[in-house]
T-cell receptor, first 112, second 114 residues
């Protein structure tokens, strides 16, 4: 039962353009959402998070949008850079860290 | 600061063999976690340790045991490996599991069970 879904396994964008990665969830109890970035042969690293009391959070080139009614969040990267090429995981939790659920990941390729 | 370290990086086992995956963190975190990652699926929590001396089951605990040796170290043991346990295993830590905080991940152990 995948409670967090990333329906696009891969995404390719041109350098300088916007990358939009999407994530859907089914559990209405989730109240904290995170995006992790993963390079090959490395562990995931934290990128950005958002609490359910907000609908937007920005950190430099990265913005996460949360639509609670649609149970949908998205990560926008503007402008995209070749170094952003990685696998991006969406994650969600309900109240604590003990039951974090992850999506399957989206592989982003940014072409120079 | 090494962060979270895992050994070994890669291991091949035969069905029925046992092994222990080691994990250590130097960030003085209270909570540690073991995940597995399989193709087409997200990371799934196997076991976690909210604090030294405690361990609890996660989403997919069957076939695994864990030991929180001290605050720094959290090991994962496969008593009798099965091909279904072929996966990439990640250890993670966070300051405290009872709050929603960033988890810091190790580089992973790639395990192949033949």
């Amino acid at each position: 039962d995948q409670q967090v879904k990333q329906n696009s396994p891969s995404l390719s964008v041109q350098e300088g353009r916007i990358s939009i990665l999407n994530c859907d969830y089914t559990n209405s109890m989730f109240d904290y959402f995170l995006w992790y970035k993963k390079y090959p042969a490395e562990g995931p690293t934290f990128l950005i998070s958002i609490s359910s009391i907000k609908d937007k959070n920005e950190d430099g080139r990265f913005t996460v949008f949360l639509n609670k009614s649609a149970k949908h969040l998205s990560l926008h990267i503007v402008p995209s850079q070749p170094g952003d090429s990685a696998v991006y995981f969406c994650a969600a939790s309900a109240g604590n860290n003990n039951d974090m659920r992850f999506g399957a990941g989206t592989r982003l390729t940014v072409k120079p | 600061n090494a962060g979270v370290t895992q050994t070994p990086k890669f291991q091949v086992l035969k069905t029925g063999q046992s092994m222990t995956l080691q994990c250590a963190q130097d960030m003085n975190h209270n909570s540690m976690y073991w995940y597995r990652q399989d193709p087409g699926m997200g990371l799934r929590l196997i076991y976690y340790s909210a604090s030294e001396g405690t361990t609890d089951k996660g989403e997919v605990p069957n076939g695994y045991n864990v030991s929180r040796l001290n605050k720094r170290e959290f090991s994962l043991r496969l008593e009798s490996a099965a091909p279904s346990q072929t996966s990439v295993y990640f250890c993670a830590s966070s300051p405290d599991s009872y709050f929603q905080e960033t988890q810091y991940f190790g580089p992973g152990t790639r395990l192949l069970v033949l």
